[in-house]
Each structure stands twice: as C-alpha cells, then as structure tokens.
C-alpha cells in the first residue's frame, strides 16, 4: 500500500522567512514524488516533480530515499507563495500510476 | 489550451437522492481520472479512464457510485443513492496519456452537499 503524510496542517512564516513542507511517504517499490499547489480560487496544479531536480518558483524537493521524505524547501518566502500545497506519490503496476496525495498543508507567508 | 471543463460547479441534494458530475477534459487527453476530496484531505482516486476504459477503480463505491467514459471524451460520475458522507468536492483531471499520469490537469471541481 502508498502512503503520503503531510504532518502539518498549517505553517505560517513571515515574508522573507525560510520555508520546509515536510512530506513523508510510505512505499515498497521506487516511487516518483511531486509536488501539487492550489491557490486561492484557482485549481490544482503541479508544482514540481522529483525526477526533474529543478526548481520551480524558488522552490525545490529532495527525495531522501533513506527517510523516506520528500520535504519542500525555499530559501525566502514570499506572499505570493501562500496557498495549499499537497505531496503526492505515483506507484503502482505498469500502466496504472495514480496518484496518491497527502492531506496537504496551507501555507500563509505574513507581510 | 482550454482547461478541463466540469459542471454543476455546486450541488445541494438530500440523502437517497441520486446526483450526476460531468467533466470534459482537454482535448486530446486520453487519460481521465476522478477523484474525491473531503474537506481537509487530499484527493482520493476513485476511477481512471484510458480512453473509454477503465484502468483502475479499486476505490470506487460500486454499490453507490459509477462512471462512464463512452466515447473516450467526456465523462460522468453517478451517485445513487448519495449517503451524508458523499459531501465533498469531486474532481475531474486528465493528462495525455497514462505515461504522464505525473502531470494531470485539474477541472474546477464540484461541490457536493448532501443533506
């Protein structure tokens, strides 16, 4: 079974702050990681995927195959970074690959 | 490109009624997956469509849910009858093909209130 853990709920930092999501998941075989953001009144978008190592927004994830984590970091958080973001995981039997999400956390960068 | 299209946007029915969700993907798309999000967790898969195939629907509620993709483009999710637990946002996505399942595409989503 595919688990994804966001343990928090809610991270609140003030501008210019470092930012870290935590994730965590749970998975036997080699999973592909990504991160999902949702803004306010808009849809669900990817952010970033491990595969790519880039990063996006200022943004980047490091997969630690060791602890299983794939935390979201950024150096200094800016207001236009609040909003929802989720960890999902992608496993799965050849062809099939859903995506298994966390429970998200909301991000709100403070002026 | 136009996004994924869904509709109703919202939907109050009482329990034991019946509800229908109706999303059109992006064109193209031959991937299409519908998910369920309860307030305050992460979208659930509930059923994903190869053209008008079913790929997986494991955690579909069959006894109350179904969904149909008939001519591999548009796609409807059924409810009948809707239970109190039903209440959530469902969603529709889609991604070109099951090779990049990784970068789905979300429809606005709608909202369910059963009461």
């Known amino acids: 079974a595919q688990r994804v853990t966001q343990p928090e709920k809610l991270l609140s930092v003030f501008k210019g702050a470092p930012v870290e999501l935590k994730c965590n998941y749970s998975?036997?075989?080699?999973?592909?990681l990504f991160w999902y953001v949702q803004y306010s009144r808009q849809r669900l978008q990817l952010l970033l995927r491990h595969i790519s190592r880039e990063s996006i927004k200022g943004f980047t994830a490091d997969l630690n195959k060791g602890e299983t984590s794939f935390h979201l970091k950024k150096p200094f958080a800016q207001e236009e970074d609040s909003a929802m973001y989720y960890c999902a995981l992608s496993g799965g039997a050849t062809g099939r690959r859903a995506l298994t999400f966390g429970s998200g956390t909301r991000l709100q960068v403070q002026p | 490109e136009a996004g994924v299209a869904q509709s109703p946007r919202y939907k109050i029915i009482e329990k034991r009624q019946s509800v229908a969700f109706w999303c059109n993907p992006i064109s193209g798309h031959a991937t299409l997956y519908w998910y369920q999000q309860i307030l305050g967790q992460g979208p659930k898969l509930l059923i994903q469509?190869?053209?008008?195939?079913?790929?997986?629907d494991s955690q579909l509620p069959k006894d109350r849910f179904s969904a149909e993709r008939l001519k591999g483009v548009d796609s409807t999710l059924k409810i009948q009858p809707a239970k109190l637990e039903d209440s959530a946002v469902y969603l529709c996505?889609?991604?070109?093909?099951?090779?990049?399942?990784?970068?789905?595409?979300f429809g606005p989503g709608t909202r369910l209130t059963v009461t």
């Open positions: 998975y036997s075989g080699s999973p592909e």
């Open positions: 996505a889609s991604s070109l093909n099951r090779e990049s399942s990784y970068e789905q595409y």
């Open positions: 469509f190869q053209n008008n195939g079913v790929v997986d």
